[in-house]
């Protein structure tokens, strides 16, 4: 008698790790988990308030949709996570600058650089479906 493995377990968030996932949703392994239109352009737009308004915009977002999808919960995390991570690295610099009296700001500008390419990088991936996960962000929201 041959028996076939089943298929894995399913998740109904991405593994950790292991960005641009797609992940299955299906309880009975029909489908993969393809987020819809209108879960692309809330995560999107989430990380697009978060390099416009900081970390309230993205805050106010996540709050309300978070519950509507796995999708938009994961990438309001990321962006939340991103700020939380911007507003710690932001308070070390300046106190950085003060004690170099002002050459600190030789370190300070590439980092703001990166934050926010790496915010526009996730808006992207967000647009296109995918479980994009920021890299060197601090992640205290779980």
């Not at 960005?19 to 987020?35: D, E, G, K, L």
């Amino acid at each position: 008698m041959n028996s076939k493995p089943g298929p894995p377990p399913l998740h109904e968030q991405p593994p950790p790790g292991l960005p641009n996932q797609v992940i299955p949703h299906s309880r009975n392994h029909q489908a993969p988990y393809m987020p819809n239109e209108d879960e692309r352009t809330t995560a999107m737009l989430i990380h697009l308030l978060m390099i416009v308004t900081g970390f309230i915009g993205p805050l106010i977002l996540w709050l309300v949709r978070k519950d509507s999808s796995a999708f938009i919960n994961h990438h309001g995390k990321e962006a939340l996570n991103n700020a939380i991570t911007t507003i710690i690295v932001g308070i070390a610099m300046l106190a950085v600058v003060f004690a170099t009296l002002g050459l600190g700001v030789i370190i300070y500008l590439p980092w703001t650089l990166m934050v926010l390419i790496f915010e526009i990088i996730a808006c992207v991936e967000a647009h296109k479906g995918n479980w994009h996960r920021i890299p060197l962000i601090i992640r205290l929201i779980q």
